[in-house]
């Protein structure tokens, strides 16, 4: 007897593959926007998490959107630095979730999908051609 459960359909497809092909545009983003504004009034260590954000693999692929959401953090971040406090902390983490912080929110966000866009699809395996005419030759003996 084979397996439980119900025979699978034959013409099954992956639903769980996501179409990411709307992240690959390219985003006009003004670059006032990729400037930390009033940059002089943050301290070092806020000025540090706008450049890593600033340069991170992840910001090619943002929009408008996003960097006003970073201008957004920038003040929440600075008074975290100033005086840190568990709900400020809260904000600022679950907002850079949203824009791929950590490996796990990136794995989420699928943005590994468009890292390199140039590797080459994986190829079948091999098929291996019988000679049934010689199989049968070495049956006969």
């Not at 996501?18 to 806020?46: C, G, I, M, N, W």
């Not at 600033?54 to 006003?68: K, P, R």
């Not at 929110?105 to 051609?129: F, G, S």
Request: a neutral charge; glycine letters at 4%.
């Amino acid at each position: 007897m084979a397996g439980r459960g119900q025979i699978p359909k034959g013409n099954a497809v992956r639903r769980n593959l996501v179409d990411t092909s709307h992240l690959e545009q390219d985003f006009d983003v003004p670059d006032k926007l990729k400037k930390l504004q009033k940059r002089a009034s943050y301290s070092a260590a806020t000025q540090l998490w706008w450049d890593t954000w600033a340069n991170s693999e992840q910001s090619q692929y943002f929009a408008e959107t996003d960097w006003l959401r970073l201008q957004m953090l920038a003040p929440l971040v600075e008074s975290y630095c100033r005086k840190p406090g568990h709900f400020i902390m809260a904000e600022i983490r679950q907002s850079e979730s949203l824009l791929g912080a950590t490996i796990a929110d990136r794995m989420r966000l699928k943005v590994a999908a468009l890292k390199d866009k140039n590797q080459k699809p994986i190829e079948a395996p091999p098929t291996i051609e019988a000679d049934l005419q010689l199989y049968a030759e070495l049956n006969d003996e």
